[in-house]
């Protein structure tokens, strides 16, 4: 687990909130130069988190995926224009989900190249605490 200072975390968090909340496919100046401002390891994480969030909820219908934990139940590999996540989660409409991903994106992490996902099990509320997971 990367862990930023106490800015980055902060703005992380609310551009990834920016990033949950955009329309799907649309990508403005702001939102760009916003992702621009990030560290080149933070942009890929934050990127393929957003990408993760529009597929899931794109592909089926049944969820409505609105945040994803990429190191939820396991580190997630990093490579220079890569994010490989075998434990991760997301949460759907109030109920989190394992997840296993792998995004990648183009060397300045603005554009996702390719992503494969699988959702996994529900995860059961009283095991939220232990994962750092919440509603």
Not at 5 to 20: D, E, Q, Y
Not at 55 to 80: C, L, Q
Not at 103 to 116: F, G, I, N, S
């Amino acid at each position: 687990m990367v862990l930023l200072p106490p800015m980055n975390k902060l703005f992380s968090a609310v551009l990834g909130w920016t990033i949950v909340a955009w329309p799907a496919g649309a990508m403005d100046s702001a939102l760009r130069a916003g992702l621009l401002k990030l560290d080149p390891q933070t942009r890929l994480e934050q990127r393929c988190d957003a990408e993760i969030l529009d597929r899931i909820t794109r592909d089926d219908h049944k969820y409505k995926a609105d945040r994803v934990v990429a190191y939820a139940f396991a580190t997630p590999e990093m490579g220079a224009d890569a994010i490989r996540s075998p434990g991760a989660a997301f949460r759907s409409k109030g109920q989190w989900y394992r997840l296993k991903f792998k995004c990648e994106t183009a060397p300045d992490h603005m554009e996702v190249l390719q992503l494969r996902y699988r959702i996994g099990d529900e995860i059961p509320e009283s095991d939220w605490p232990k994962y750092n997971l919440y509603n």
